[in-house]
């Protein structure tokens, strides 16, 4: 793989910094990746190889690309952290053929024109927002960890423009009433490898740190909300494994939320009525309605108002088309073991506040989607709970063997 023709244009509306990404051992056809904001914004962006190669780095490892040779300089310390996600990554996935070389020259000096600014992902969710609300109460206004900025990027996540104006909508008024400012991001980095996947796996947590230093001469920190409290941490492409490693002399990256379980998030923006009237988790941005971003219905939407009716706030979050949760809805919910968790620690708070139909409920669920129902299931259960579920692990080796 080859990152070449480094460049910044602008125009009264947009600015936009480009690269080519031209693959060597993969078939694809080479890539103008791009990270465009508007033109106010253009001072932010950085003319550097940095954003290329933190966009480029997991792709090139999955196609098998034997190199990553980049034009101009690189941060030496960013080059050196990005040995080590490689090394996760195969560890985790048993991808690429070693190690992708990166072939660039380090950096000798700082870039003079690098930001100072504290800055975080901001996508509306209940990750995003409680990292920035821990952040607020955590650092006095003048520390340079004290977050000034938030930014959305559309390209990853909501890839419909009339969806994601919906979501930006939102999101200024959020920054308003929060005292932030919004910096909005276009990219389309993941071009280079599209599949779902990949992006769960590999590709979410670089693809914001490239965003990230795509904004470098802006902010000198950038803060990514995690998904998971280390107890559940798992290989997944957003991982304290990770995000910190695209880490550069000039630009750290923070990842938060590794001591808090997901309904200690929620507590977090539960007696925060900004919060409250913003809060965006949906998966189905098909749904979305200008002021209205949340079904009500999904999974994550449930889930989440299930942790507000645990906190005593559900009443006071205007934002979801419907409030009204039964155990039917609860029963048809597709639990897969990553959001099992999330689930798992609602029983008790929620029958310790009266809803004991919706404690069961979950517990329900929670027994079906493992497996364990019925006789057998009791065994399974005893096999999750005090072995860790080691003759399971145990029977699937022997399963494979043969």
């Given at each position: 793989?080859r990152?070449?023709?480094?460049?910044?244009?602008?125009?009264?509306?947009?600015?936009?910094?480009?690269?080519?990404?031209t693959?060597?051992?993969?078939?694809?056809?080479?890539?103008?990746?791009?990270?465009?904001?508007?033109?106010?914004?253009?001072?932010?962006?950085?003319?550097?190889?940095?954003?290329?190669?933190?966009?480029?780095?997991?792709?090139?490892l999955?196609?098998?690309?034997k190199?990553?040779?980049?034009?101009?300089?690189?941060?030496?310390?960013?080059?050196?952290?990005?040995?080590?996600?490689q090394?996760?990554?195969?560890?985790?996935?048993?991808?690429?053929?070693?190690?992708?070389?990166?072939?660039?020259?380090?950096r000798?000096?700082?870039?003079d024109?690098?930001?100072?600014?504290?800055?975080?992902?901001?996508?509306g969710?209940?990750?995003?927002?409680?990292?920035?609300?821990?952040?607020?109460?955590?650092?006095?206004?003048?520390?340079p960890?004290s977050?000034?900025d938030g930014?959305?990027?559309?390209?990853?996540?909501?890839?419909d423009?009339?969806?994601?104006?919906?979501?930006?909508?939102?999101l200024?008024?959020?920054?308003?009433?929060?005292?932030?400012?919004?910096?909005?991001?276009?990219?389309?980095?993941?071009?280079?490898?599209?599949?779902?996947?990949?992006?769960?796996n590999?590709h979410?947590?670089?693809?914001l740190?490239?965003?990230?230093?795509?904004?470098?001469?802006?902010?000198?920190s950038?803060?990514?909300?995690?998904?998971?409290?280390v107890?559940?941490?798992?290989?997944?492409?957003?991982?304290?494994?990770?995000?910190?490693?695209?880490?550069?002399?000039?630009?750290?990256?923070?990842?938060?939320?590794?001591?808090?379980?997901?309904?200690?998030k929620a507590?977090l923006?539960?007696?925060?009525?900004?919060?409250?009237?913003?809060?965006r988790?949906?998966n189905?941005?098909d749904t979305?309605?200008?002021?209205?971003?949340?079904c009500?219905?999904?999974?994550?939407?449930?889930?989440?108002?299930?942790?507000?009716?645990?906190?005593g706030?559900?009443?006071?979050?205007?934002?979801?088309?419907?409030?009204?949760?039964?155990?039917?809805?609860?029963?048809?919910l597709y639990?897969?073991?990553?959001?099992?968790?999330y689930?798992?620690?609602?029983?008790?708070?929620?029958?310790?506040?009266?809803?004991?139909?919706?404690?069961?409920?979950?517990?329900?669920?929670?027994d079906?989607?493992?497996?364990?129902?019925g006789?057998?299931?009791?065994?399974?259960k005893?096999?999750?709970?005090?072995?860790n579920?080691?003759?399971?692990?145990?029977?699937?080796?022997?399963a494979r063997?043969?």
């Open positions: 793989m990152i070449e023709n480094i460049a910044l244009a602008k125009d009264d509306t947009k600015a936009r910094l480009s690269a080519r990404v693959w060597e051992e993969s078939a694809q056809p080479p890539c103008d990746v791009y990270f465009e904001t508007e033109s106010s914004n253009a001072d932010a962006l950085a003319v550097l190889p940095d954003p290329f190669l933190a966009a480029s780095l997991t792709p090139a999955w196609a098998g690309e190199r990553i040779r980049v034009e101009g300089e690189v941060c030496p310390e960013l080059l050196e952290n990005l040995e080590v996600v090394r996760v990554l195969a560890h985790w996935f048993s991808v690429g053929n070693g190690a992708v070389s990166i072939e660039a020259s380090p000798p000096r700082l870039h024109t690098g930001g100072s600014r504290a800055a975080f992902f901001c996508s969710g209940l990750d995003s927002l409680a990292a920035f609300r821990a952040n607020r109460l955590a650092f006095p206004p003048d520390h960890r977050i000034k930014i959305i990027v559309f390209g990853l996540e909501v890839e423009e009339r969806s994601f104006t919906y979501v930006l909508q939102s200024v008024e959020l920054a308003n009433d929060a005292d932030f400012t919004l910096i909005p991001v276009s990219s389309n980095v993941r071009a280079l490898n599209p599949n779902w996947d990949f992006w769960y590999a979410m947590g670089p693809a740190c490239a965003v990230a230093h795509a904004l470098g001469r802006r902010i000198s950038a803060t990514v909300g995690s998904d998971y409290d107890p559940h941490l798992m290989p997944h492409g957003s991982h304290p494994l990770i995000e910190p490693n695209f880490s550069s002399s000039a630009l750290r990256i923070h990842y938060h939320g590794l001591t808090m379980s997901r309904l200690a507590r923006l539960a007696d925060w009525p900004v919060a409250l009237r913003h809060l988790v949906c189905r941005p979305y309605r200008p002021g209205q971003l949340n009500g219905e999904c999974e994550k939407c449930v889930r989440t108002m299930l942790e507000l009716v645990a906190l706030s559900l009443d006071k979050a205007p934002v979801f088309l419907r409030r009204e949760l039964s155990e039917e809805m609860i029963a048809n639990m897969p073991p990553k959001v099992q968790p689930y798992e620690e609602l029983v008790a708070p929620l029958t310790a506040i009266g809803r004991a139909d919706l404690g069961l409920a979950v517990k329900r669920a929670l079906h989607a493992r497996g364990e129902t006789i057998r299931g009791q065994f399974v005893f096999d999750r709970t005090h072995l579920s080691g003759l399971g692990a145990l029977k699937r080796a022997f063997s043969w």
